[in-house]
């Protein structure tokens, strides 16, 4: 073989050499940075942030482990399977997470603050059960979930109120661990009763219980485990739902949460129309439900409502435009 042809063979490994190098770094970096993608560490990086230090870190079994933030992103190695409930830089807030190990996590994080992180298009990602809590300080924006998030039973507070105009799109990401039993209370009604101990001055509510008190539009969204119940509200209004408790366009969500709606009263206390309950696996009242599944029991479902379909109501309790929607739970106490 003649000098000029040895060049040749050396340059041609040199270049099979080089791709496969690029293409192992490339396969790396995918690996690290899909969302369970078989990577080796959970990489968190603090947007906005240099930070330098230790930080706690906490999973939902109990165990805790240490990491170390260098420049803003800690590699943090796999502890198992776990749920990463949450971290601590040192010297700083605490952080809720509620994400799978072997995921990157992006957090806007900076002088003790967190914020939402810049939007895409218009439209503010949700990565973590902090992001999401955020939610309820800036009600008109739109949103995406961007991964499946664990709520860790930890009791959650409904999003927004009567009138809340914000979107959300869950890009068919999961909700477990949901767990709800308190409510937004949007109404007050002053109402005055007489008995034989005299006249009495009562206030009668009206409470909203679900993932969001009321929305805009809600999509493409999962409820994967959980528990919704409403606050025992003896003469006062209760709309429940898994999703929303009033209000909004809802289109292709799946309930498997179970739904415990309020239980009737025995009197109103002279108040018209003081109580009404309406409870349902999706929404609770006055939503557009379409294409939505309920899997969850539902316990005194129904409550006063207009809509005779079972298959409909035990998805939408009340006045909700529905369309393609389907029920698989079980039912109880609707008259």
Do not use: H, P, R
């Given at each position: 073989m003649t000098i000029k042809n040895l060049k040749i063979v050396a340059l041609a490994l040199t270049l099979i050499v080089g791709i496969t190098s690029c293409s192992k770094d490339d396969n790396s970096t995918k690996n690290e940075?899909?969302?369970g993608g078989g990577s080796s560490v959970t990489t968190i990086n603090?947007?906005?942030?240099t930070y330098t230090g230790t930080a706690f870190v906490t999973f939902t079994d109990g165990s805790t482990a240490t990491g170390n933030f260098?420049?803003?992103t800690m590699k943090l190695p796999l502890q198992g399977d776990?749920?990463?409930a949450g971290i601590q830089p040192e010297n700083e807030d605490y952080i809720l997470l509620g994400r799978k190990q072997g995921e990157t996590i992006n957090l806007n994080y900076h002088n003790r603050q967190l914020q939402f992180r810049i939007p895409i298009n218009g439209v503010i990602p949700i990565g973590s059960?902090?992001?999401?809590?955020?939610?309820?300080?800036?009600?008109?924006?739109?949103y995406k979930l961007e991964t499946n998030l664990d709520f860790m039973n930890l009791e959650w507070t409904p999003i927004g109120t009567i009138g809340t105009a914000l979107n959300f799109?869950?890009?068919?990401h999961e909700i477990s661990n949901l767990k709800i039993s308190t409510a937004t209370i949007f109404f007050t009604n002053q109402c005055t009763y007489t008995d034989a101990n005299g006249s009495h001055t009562y206030s009668n509510r009206s409470y909203l219980t679900g993932l969001f008190a009321s929305v805009g539009s809600l999509k493409n969204l999962i409820i994967r485990s959980g528990s919704i119940t409403a606050i025992s509200t003896y003469g006062h209004n209760s709309m429940t739902g898994a999703f929303?408790?009033?209000g909004g366009y809802i289109e292709n969500c799946k309930n498997y949460a179970n739904v415990n709606g309020d239980e009737p009263p025995h009197d109103n206390f002279g108040c018209s129309n003081a109580y009404s309950d309406y409870t349902g696996g999706i929404m609770g009242r006055e939503s557009s439900v379409k294409n939505c599944i309920n899997y969850g029991n539902i316990t005194n479902g129904c409550g006063i409502t207009t809509i005779s379909n079972e298959a409909v109501r035990t998805v939408s309790g009340n006045n909700g435009?529905?369309?393609?929607?389907i029920n698989y739970g079980t039912t109880s106490g609707c008259p």
């Open positions: 940075n899909n969302n603090l947007q906005n942030s260098q420049s803003g776990k749920i990463i059960y902090a992001e999401f809590q955020l939610i309820n300080t800036a009600l008109n924006n739109s799109d869950g890009q068919n929303v408790g009033w435009g529905t369309n393609g929607n």
